[in-house]
């Protein structure tokens, strides 16, 4: 098959495992508590990404395991809760597109943290983006009612996370491969996630009910799936058509995830719509080279 193709095949199967996630969040959310369901996701995708990190492991300086741990921590754990606390009153298509932000806090963070050069294209699309993400917070009916402006604020601050790993790993863990990384990461974080799933009392629900298993396989499907597997198809996407390529996988996860919630009912009006294009907008021209 023409190498072309195949790439493409590989961007759509991404667009879609990754558009998914925040459906299947919200379904997880049907009978288990969100730390259950993030703990679920990451004990998941941990243990079955476990070979390649028992693989790879003997390789990692020991020194550099504690960064791993804490990447792992700040770029898949804690985002992880914060998505799915935030799903408790939010809608699955408004979190897929406030997830559009990490790419504008990828600079924001590496700007402020890591010192790395701007340029006015990027604080421009920097402006855009967050300009969007304010408009479709206000533009959500019933804002006053609930916990709906916090829930928000707790996925702009997973994705300010998301930021700040991509900048740590790059600075930090340059010379160790970013697939190493990513199944030891999620492989020792599987730890308290387990842990998380004990205290919560997971493993003491009927956990053989029809629609508690119907959460909990969600729940994995998102760690499995959309977590570890994802997580390789990307790297083979880097690998095969290189990190522009790749990355625009960001512009289609929103409208995979708008549709999934259209499919399930969730509102959506034409504020929102034009908030999700003044977003994608602001993250485009954020990610474009200067001439």
């Known amino acids: 098959m023409n190498k072309t193709v195949i790439d493409w095949l590989l961007f759509m199967l991404l667009s879609l495992i990754w558009g998914s996630s925040f459906i299947l969040m919200k379904i997880g959310l049907g009978q288990l508590s969100s730390y259950q369901v993030a703990a679920v996701r990451i004990a998941a995708s941990g243990l079955i990404l476990l070979p390649i990190a028992l693989k790879c492991i003997k390789g990692i300086p020991a020194k550099k395991l504690l960064l791993i741990f804490l990447s792992g921590s700040i770029g898949s754990l804690i985002p992880a809760f914060l998505f799915c606390m935030a799903e408790e009153k939010v809608d699955s298509s408004l979190a897929g597109t406030l997830n559009a ?32 993400s304010v408009l479709l917070l206000l533009s959500k009916r019933h804002l006053q009612a609930g916990q709906n402006p916090m829930s928000v604020l707790l996925i702009v601050l997973a994705t300010f996370l ?55 396989s969600a729940a994995v499907v998102l760690g499995v799936g959309g977590t570890a597997i994802a997580t390789i198809i990307f ?13 625009m ?26 908030c999700m294009v003044i977003i994608l907008a602001g993250v485009y021209v954020t990610n474009k080279k200067a001439k």
């Open 162 to 216: 998301y930021g700040f790993n991509v900048n740590m790993v790059s600075k930090k863990l340059l010379h160790i491969p970013s697939l190493h990384i990513t199944a030891v990461a999620l492989s020792l974080n599987a730890i308290p996630a387990l842990l998380i799933l004990v205290y919560t009392g997971y493993f003491n629900l009927p956990l053989q009910h029809t629609l508690i298993l119907i959460s909990t």
């Open 101 to 132: 932000l990490t790419p504008v806090f990828i600079i924001i963070n590496g700007v402020i943290f890591f010192h790395t050069h701007t340029s006015v294209n990027k604080v421009t699309g920097i402006a855009i983006a967050l300009s969007g």
């Open 235 to 247: 790297y083979m996407l880097v690998k095969r058509a290189g990190v522009i390529f790749a990355s």
């Open 249 to 274: 996988v960001t512009y289609v996860i929103p409208f995979v995830a708008i549709a999934w919630g259209i499919i399930y009912g969730e509102y959506l009006g034409i504020l929102q719509v034009i």
